[in-house]
């Protein structure tokens, strides 16, 4: 894997998001609550450019192209988020990241983790370890070292949209976590997995490209990582690209809130009307 590479085709990528970010742009909208920036096609661009030349026998699924027809027919594929968090970058809140994936047979193997307007980068899968930055700009990329620690009450992280909609107002959350809301779920997954946080939580659809990326860097931290409805394993690049909610953290934590509260859980799931 060739990973000099691809790190300089997600730097440029971030850096060209930079660009318009600390710019005015212009919004469009691709279906009611659904934007898209010239970031967002920007970024798509360069990604599916620069993997089409790198690995020419790979499939490449991401949000902003048309359905690829036979994509089940890889048993490679990378899948893209130009801007996960579109509504944060549009919001000029930093909340935001560019998520690159990729899954053999079905496995989320490595991800890769960009936020262009805190420069911080994460990548790594469970065959390579974990890698971050705290500058993609300047600063090489070091080995993570694990030192996680479990406070009293564990760290949890919620989409901020979820939590605006009063979705984790049961008592269950609020007594027994400390919560932080951030707004995209790869960044999240991303600072789930490299040890700022304990559990993360989302009780709406997931697309594939919105977790395949972070969901990569959780497993290559051992950490578990379940869809919330059925508890099962996330699996990638199938015929249904939506997943029903997730949870996602410290084995220990997510067992023992399974143990107790399974149904509750699976229960908390909300599909969108």
């Known amino acids: ?118 420069t911080e980068a994460f990548y790594g899968g469970e065959k390579y370890g974990l890698y971050f930055t705290p500058n993609f700009l300047s600063t090489p990329y070091q080995p993570f070292s694990f030192n996680f620690e479990t406070s009293k009450k564990p760290r949890l992280l919620l989409s901020r949209s979820e939590v605006k909609e009063g979705l984790f107002e049961d008592e269950y959350w609020q007594k027994n976590f400390s919560i932080q809301a951030i707004g995209s779920i790869a960044y999240k997954l991303a600072l789930l997995a490299f040890g700022r946080a304990d559990v993360l939580v989302s009780v709406r659809p997931k697309n594939e490209w919105d977790v395949c990326g972070g969901i990569a860097l959780v497993k290559a931290a051992g950490l578990e990582c379940l869809t919330l409805q059925t508890l099962q394993e996330y699996r990638f690049n199938e015929e249904n690209l939506i ?31």
Not at 10 to 26: M, N, S, T, W
Not at 42 to 62: C, H, M, R, Y
Not at 264 to 272: A, E, V, W
């Open 1 to 118: 894997m060739n990973f000099k590479s691809l790190l300089s085709l997600l730097h440029k990528a971030g850096e060209a998001v930079r660009e318009i970010y600390f710019q005015p742009f212009e919004v469009y909208w691709k279906g009611e609550d659904d934007p898209l920036t010239q970031a967002d096609l920007k970024v798509n661009a360069i990604l599916t450019k620069g993997l089409q030349e790198f690995f020419p026998e790979d499939g490449i699924l991401s949000e902003e192209e048309k359905q690829v027809l036979n994509r089940r027919d890889f048993s490679k594929i990378w899948i893209i988020d130009p801007i996960d968090g579109t509504k944060e970058f549009i919001d000029k809140n930093p909340e935001f990241a560019i998520s690159l994936g990729l899954a053999i047979d079905g496995k989320p193997e490595l991800g890769f983790i960009i936020n262009p307007a805190t």
């Open 243 to 273: 997943k029903p909610g997730l949870l996602a953290g410290k084995k220990e934590i997510i067992s023992y809130m399974i143990e107790t509260k399974a149904e509750f859980l699976k229960n908390s799931y909300r599909p969108r009307k």
